[in-house]
Each structure stands twice: as C-alpha cells, then as structure tokens.
C-alpha cells in the first residue's frame, strides 16, 4: 500500500515524513539474514510548507539515493473496510472507489484509491472477505507530490501508518501467531494486529499521550485504553477465532511503563514495552537507543520497511 508512482530504480527505501513543524528522514538498508541497518535518520524543523528545508535535507542525507517514501498526514486520508466486490481483481480498484461514496465528503471520481484483501488467515489460504481501502482526495496527493517535486526529491510512493506500522510489527511477529501493536503519534494513535506480515485490523483511538503524565487523568485515561483496546482483541477474536495473539507491544512513549502495568490488568494478552533494537540495527546511532526517539521514529523507519526482509511494502 498505496499510491506508487514511479518505476522503481534501487532496492532500499528512504522515509521522509512531515508531522507538524518537523520532518523526519530515515534510510532502511535491507540485510539478507540479519537484521534490517537503519542507516540515517534525523529530524529537523521543517514545516510542510518549506521547501527550501525539505531541499537541504535532501542534499544533506542523500535522499535520493535510494527510493524516496512518504505518508499522508491522518487527515488527509480514509481508511474503510469494504466487503470485497465481485468483479475480477483487476477491477477491485474501480469497484471500491465507487463502493466509498457514502464515506466520502466528495466526489468519488476525486478520489485517489487503493485496496489490499483484509486476510481470512494467518496462511493466505481463503478468499478475502473483505478489502482494506485507503482513498485521498486528488488535490491532497497532488499537494503531496507537488511539494516533492518542488524540493526536487524524487517520491516514488505515498503510503499509510498503518501500513508503516505493519511493516514493523511484522518484525516482532512469532511465527503462527498474532501480534498487537499500539503507536502514539502527534496526530493520532493506532492499534494494529498483524501476522505473518500481513494487516488483519488497524483501529484508531483519540487519545493524546501527554495526558499520561497528568496523575489527574492518567488512570482514567488507562482505564479507557484498556477496554478499547480488549475490546478490539474480543473482535478480532470473533472475526478471526483461533489465531491467538501472542502479545501487545505499547510505543515507548513517556509513561509507557506505567501505561504497560495498567494494561497488563485489563487485557488477556501480555503487555510489553517496544525496544527498536530487537529488531533493526542501531548500535551506530546512539540517539536511536533512547525511548522517545524510538517512538516519534516508529511509523517513519516502518515507511522505509517497504519490502525489507520480514516486513512486507504493497
């Protein structure tokens, strides 16, 4: 997933994310038998409408040596789960674009669409129910590619969190079983549960972290969190009966560690902290071993993840 542009021209990939007033890159160098090497990563204060900033990143980190990928702010898209059509595969596209027009604010022949198949299981083995379909207005991939172009950064695919967060999770994942992952970004906080690289729900929550160090509110705000969150284990479960979930992995937000012993009493599957060096190589960059970098980087190096080994790019 979604939105490829442009021929492919080098096998690893390079995230440029704008969220705000900051813009993160990161270069994901894929290693056949090892661990996935992030290579760069750094963020800067460039805002959307800088141009200029986004160039000197560009020149300064190398972005276009590699295959350049961004993702849409969570305004800027609709994530929908559709019942697949029964037309060819071909058409799924077409079919779904004209399937979203209750959910869309405006016209479906405006909007920019692309599906992946919801998996029936953890093989691959029966017909997709139903289709993930992400749809965006013309104008904002336009926005998007236009801002690229005027950096003159090649963009070769636009893409999702959550997506970004599959590619990641897939890297935690114990084979034969699910996996739950909750991020908490700056515009908004998402639970996946994946398996065998594959996206099996993504479900928002409107939630904001900071509250998390307001004792005020904190235990309250945990207490929700955790009912959405079983509540979302208890519909999986249902949809998806006998793939177990092995366990939730929590971004390592500041209070993460309170936030995983809160959890760890409402929700039936064991509760842990992320750490990024289970699974990429960092030792070479210090600034990636602490916490809070490690979660404002999750979903950026998880766009960099397209097709690395372990994680899968649509």
């Known amino acids: 997933m979604a939105f490829g542009f442009r021929p492919q021209r080098k096998p690893d990939w390079c995230a440029v994310v704008t969220q705000g ?7 994901v160098r894929r290693v056949p038998g090892a661990r996935p090497r992030v290579d760069a990563f750094a963020r800067a204060r460039v805002g959307i409408d800088d141009i200029a900033g986004l160039q000197a990143l560009g020149r300064e980190h190398g972005i276009a040596r590699g295959q350049v990928v961004t993702l849409l702010a ?13 037309v060819p595969e071909a058409e799924w596209k077409t079919a779904a674009r004209w399937g979203l027009k209750d959910f869309l604010d405006y016209p479906p022949d405006r909007a920019t669409v ?9 093989g691959g083995a029966a017909k997709p129910r139903h289709l993930f379909a992400v749809s965006a207005h013309h104008d904002r991939i336009g926005a998007c590619m236009a801002r690229f172009d ?52 993504a479900r928002g ?12 509110r904190r235990d309250a705000l945990f207490e929700r969190l955790g009912l959405e969150i079983q509540r979302s284990l208890d519909g999986f479960d249902r949809q998806f009966g006998g793939i177990p979930v092995s366990r939730l992995l929590i971004a390592p937000v500041p209070g ?10 409402s929700v039936y599957v064991p509760v842990e902290v ?41």
């Open 21 to 27: 007033d900051t813009t993160t890159v990161a270069h």
């Open 74 to 86: 969570a305004g800027d898209y609709q994530w929908n789960v559709v019942d697949t059509p029964a």
């Open 114 to 122: 692309d599906v992946m198949p919801q998996p029936a299981d953890l």
């Open 150 to 201: 005027a950096a003159r950064l090649p963009l070769d695919a636009i893409d999702v969190p959550e997506f970004a967060l599959r590619n990641v999770a897939a890297l935690y994942e114990t084979p034969g079983r699910a996996l739950a992952m909750l991020d908490f970004g700056p515009e908004s906080d998402l639970l996946t549960i994946t398996g065998n690289g594959e996206l099996f729900l």
């Open 205 to 216: 929550f409107d939630v904001d972290e900071r509250q998390f160090a307001d004792p005020t």
């Open 256 to 265: 993460a560690d309170a936030l995983r012993d809160a959890l760890a009493d």
């Open 274 to 314: 992320l750490d990024l060096k289970d699974a990429f190589e960092l030792a070479h960059l210090p600034p990636l071993l602490e916490p809070e970098a490690q979660a404002a980087a999750l979903t950026v190096l998880g766009a960099a993840l397209r097709g690395a080994p372990g994680a899968t790019g649509a």
